[in-house]
């Protein structure tokens, strides 16, 4: 929601924190209000299941699990502490003027896969991500890392999968 | 009218996990949640999830008997044997299953998932994802069920609906009614197979660590159809809870060697013989009940709570091992945990009771299963273990999606059913227009709220035939009570005074239950401690408790424990007396009674266990 200022979890907000006379609170940004502040995530959710939002396995698939040293481990220690609370995607001024727009969330969970040492299917995301409504409508305006309840920097996971298809050379949109 | 194969209830770890198993049978299934299936409470689960896949070898390697050996022990030998060694046999299968599909646990040295101790496991069998591993487990399996859903859409998510009946005839399922809180209004279904997934009762309770929705509601709908409730008087309490909010403080910080302290600073667990020596890493239930003992004496910081100290660790180990607890305690209490302890008193944790249902998920309708925190399997017996939960998810949700898938193969579709979905649907409109009318001066909010401090109070860490009997009494005028609430906005969407009001009916069934078990069993076991019956009681009590819908109020029989593995002896840390006459004079179980280790027999072998990748 929209307190004071600033796309928070309500859940977690302290009023005390807030430091005002008055509360504001608003909900959620770009998508159609359902009742008070409550909104419609279709679109949120419609876009997230867009990017293939899921493991596509290397095989052989092992008997026992894959092996994944630490250091591979750490590059998605982030990126899995999204919990799809929609903030990011509320804050987002992308978000709000292009409605095909994939949105900070879905990129970064595009990232969390494409860092993903048991994932074989980069080709794929890339190319779902190489869009004009994917990574580059992304005007780096980092407000979704501003915002993350998380702590999490979905604008930089977005820059990276732009240096992968550059890399790749195959630009699109 | 909608029309499905199955429904599922709930869409946490366990309707998921059966949801994956009918969709990749082509079995076409609703799956209906109150909460996307991502803010499940699933999601809230920290520490982990145990098998014995002995990444971590300390002495002797770990294998699943002892895995079975530590939860039977755990459960205070209430648990049936068959089903634990069942889950614990499976427990490997279900792991790597799940890492496979891209659950990130955290990982070893040699890049295996990583695995750590926890209370009442001799080996360090948990495996876990830093402290999220909920969030990663619930997230995982969410998103492989998008993919196998992707092109055939076997399954249609209702997101934000609420079940408020199940349809049964003959014994049978044939449909359940859903609440659109979108819309506010009244959706029948027509099914042959519903899985009850709802998670577990904490609600019930005023302090409680579970999320809002844990109100029992899917245990009550098939309560009120007919299903039985097993063993609802076994309610975990955790120690270490946020003061105020009753937010979860994971027993990792516990076990990674904080402190809890009185108010002049003493560790107080000492002071009691059943604490005195493993202290604060004692079972849960024993520091939760002195934690309360030393809060009774006067001796709580400001009169109100006890401080966990975590300072000792040093911020290094703190930061590196419970970022979790740190985020908390900054965000819902304002204390730096590095730099200041936190304050925290016990609160209600975990329903070990739920649905009656046999190992295979069933219960005593046909067509009906359940499975996770709702149901009982038994797995938990008198006293869950931690990690144990989350493993009950994935293997009985996915045996329960097999038994569905199973049960719908062999019952012939009948089309029959047209009139009575009618009837059902033109009953609970009624029903719901009449709440609608009411115009009486109680808020549904309120009395759910009184319930709750009710259950709190009378049926607690401690309890005692007049508090449980003054109980009951509360809770019938509460029952009352609720014929005059009022339902002041009269809009149908997103309408929560009628949704609470909903709730707060099947709750107190729920509650009703938990009291009138409590009531009945004389004896002290696991987490249910009569002050009044301070001893366990094997001769009379070594039985499951069932509870059985009726206008009057619930109908107890008790049913027996499946034995045959481990015999029972006294729990914990006490000595290991052995109640031998519980056991058949010359049999194996009574001949290894004597040995001083745990003893497993392993009379039956013939346990299936299903390797499917």
């Not at chain 1, 005007?139 to 890392?145: A, D, I």
């Not at chain 2, 089903?83 to 427990?91: G, L």
């Not at chain 2, 009120?224 to 403080?249: C, S, W």
């Not at chain 2, 290094?316 to 965000?331: D, F, M, N, Q, T």
């Given at each position: 929601m929209h307190i004071n200022g600033k796309y928070r979890l309500a859940c977690e907000t302290q009023i005390l924190e807030l430091n005002a006379e008055t509360i504001i609170i608003q909900p959620l940004g770009h998508l159609p209000v359902l009742r008070d502040l409550i909104v419609d995530l279709t679109r949120f959710f419609e876009n997230y299941r867009h990017i293939k939002p899921y493991l596509i396995g290397k095989s052989p698939i092992p008997e026992k699990e894959y092996i994944q040293l630490p250091e591979d481990r750490s590059k998605i220690g982030n990126t899995i502490d999204c919990i799809l609370c929609g903030s990011c995607f509320g804050?987002?001024?992308?978000?709000?003027?292009?409605?095909?727009?994939?949105?900070?969330?879905?990129?970064?969970?595009?990232?969390?896969?494409?860092?993903?040492?048991?994932?074989?299917?980069?080709?794929?995301?890339?190319?779902?991500?190489?869009?004009?409504?994917?990574?580059?409508?992304?005007?780096?305006?980092?407000?979704?890392?501003?915002?993350?309840?998380k702590e999490l920097n979905p604008a930089e996971a977005i820059s990276k999968i732009k240096k992968r298809i550059l890399k790749k050379g195959s630009k699109k949109g | 009218?909608?029309?499905?194969?199955?429904?599922?209830?709930?869409?946490?770890?366990?309707?998921?996990?059966?949801?994956?198993?009918?969709?990749?049978?082509?079995?076409?299934?609703?799956?209906?949640s109150k909460v996307?299936?991502?803010r499940s409470h699933s999601n809230a689960a920290q520490g982990g999830v145990n098998a014995a896949l002995g990444n971590i070898e300390k002495g002797l390697p770990d294998n699943w008997e002892k895995h079975a050996y530590d939860t039977i022990k755990g459960s205070d030998y209430i648990g049936d044997q068959d089903?634990?060694?069942?889950?614990?046999?499976?427990?490997?299968?279900?792991?790597?299953e799940i890492e496979h599909w891209g659950c990130p646990f955290s990982r070893t040295d040699e890049g295996r998932i990583a695995q750590r101790p926890f209370g009442g496991s001799g080996f360090p069998r948990t495996a876990y994802a830093t402290d999220r591993t909920g969030h990663a487990m619930l997230h995982t399996l969410y998103e492989q069920i998008m993919r196998k859903n992707e092109k055939n859409?076997?399954?249609?998510?209702?997101?934000?609906?609420?079940?408020?009946?199940?349809?049964?005839?003959?014994?049978?399922?044939?449909?359940?009614?859903?609440?659109?809180?979108?819309?506010?209004?009244?959706?029948?279904?027509?099914?042959?197979?519903?899985?009850?997934?709802?998670?577990?009762?904490?609600?019930?309770y005023s302090k409680s660590t579970n999320a809002l929705i844990n109100t029992g509601?899917?245990?009550?709908?098939?309560?009120?159809?007919?299903?039985?409730?097993?063993?609802?008087?076994?309610?975990?309490?955790?120690?270490?809870?946020?003061?105020?909010?009753?937010?979860?403080?994971t027993e990792g910080a516990r076990g990674e060697g904080a402190y809890l302290l009185n108010n002049i600073g003493e560790r107080f667990l000492k002071n009691y013989e059943d604490s005195k020596r493993a202290m604060e890493i004692a079972p849960r239930d024993i520091v939760a009940r002195n934690m309360i003992r030393e809060i009774k004496k006067g001796n709580a910081v400001n009169n109100l709570y006890l401080h966990l100290d975590l300072r000792r660790l040093g911020e290094?180990?703190?930061?590196?091992?419970?970022?979790?607890?740190?985020?908390?305690?900054?965000?819902f209490a304002g204390i730096n945990a590095i730099t200041e302890p936190i304050p925290v008193e016990p609160a209600q944790h975990y329903t070990m009771g739920g649905i009656d249902v046999d190992i295979n998920c069933r219960t005593k309708i046909d067509g009906l299963y359940a499975a996770g925190e709702a149901a009982c399997v038994s797995v938990h017996g008198a006293n869950r273990l931690g990690g144990n939960s989350l493993l009950e998810t994935i293997v009985f949700g996915c045996i329960a999606g097999e038994a569905a898938g199973e049960y719908l193969s062999k019952i012939k579709k009948k089309n029959e059913r047209m009139y009575l979905m009618e009837s059902a649907l033109r009953e609970e409109k009624k029903g719901i227009e009449d709440l609608y009318k009411r115009e009486g001066n109680e808020s549904s909010f309120k009395l759910f709220e009184e319930m709750s401090i009710a259950m709190w109070n009378n049926i607690g860490i401690f309890r005692n035939e007049v508090q449980l009997k003054e109980g009951l009494e509360n809770l019938k005028r509460i029952k009352e009570r609720c014929n005059n609430v009022g339902i002041r906005y009269k809009g149908k969407r997103f309408n929560f005074e009628l949704y609470w009001l909903l709730e707060l009916i099947g709750s107190i069934d729920i509650a009703e239950a938990v009291i009138m078990g409590a009531i009945e069993r004389k004896e002290s076991r696991g987490s249910h401690y009569r002050t009044d019956y301070p001893k366990r009681d094997d001769e009379n009590y070594l039985k499951h408790t069932i509870a059985t819908y009726s206008p009057e109020g619930a109908k107890l029989s008790y049913k027996p424990v499946t034995l045959g593995y481990v015999v029972p002896a006294e729990s914990y840390f006490i000595s290991r007396r052995i109640l031998t006459p519980l056991l058949p004079s010359g049999s194996p179980a009574a001949a290894l009674c004597a040995a001083p280790a745990p003893c497993i027999l392993m009379e039956n072998t013939a346990l299936p266990v299903r390797h499917r990748f």
């Open positions: 804050a987002c001024p992308v978000a709000g003027t292009d409605n095909a727009y994939l949105g900070p969330s879905a990129l970064l969970k595009t990232e969390r896969f494409l860092t993903d040492s048991r994932d074989a299917a980069e080709e794929e995301r890339l190319k779902i991500a190489n869009d004009i409504h994917g990574v580059w409508r992304c005007h780096s305006v980092f407000s979704c890392q501003e915002v993350c309840p | 009218m909608y029309n499905f194969d199955a429904v599922i209830i709930g869409g946490g770890l366990a309707g998921l996990r059966a949801a994956y198993e009918l969709v990749n049978n082509k079995i076409k299934t609703a799956l209906i996307y299936p991502i089903a634990i060694m069942k889950m614990c046999k499976e427990a490997p299968y279900r792991i790597y859409k076997y399954l249609t998510f209702f997101d934000e609906w609420f079940v408020t009946k199940l349809i049964v005839k003959d014994k049978s399922v044939k449909g359940i009614i859903a609440l659109d809180l979108k819309t506010g209004d009244l959706h029948p279904f027509r099914t042959d197979a519903a899985i009850v997934a709802t998670g577990g009762v904490g609600r019930i509601k899917g245990l009550a709908i098939a309560y009120r159809a007919g299903a039985d409730l097993k063993d609802m008087e076994f309610i975990q309490f955790h120690p270490t809870t946020l003061y105020g909010t009753n937010i979860l403080v290094k180990l703190i930061s590196k091992r419970l970022p979790g607890v740190i985020e908390l305690a900054r965000k």
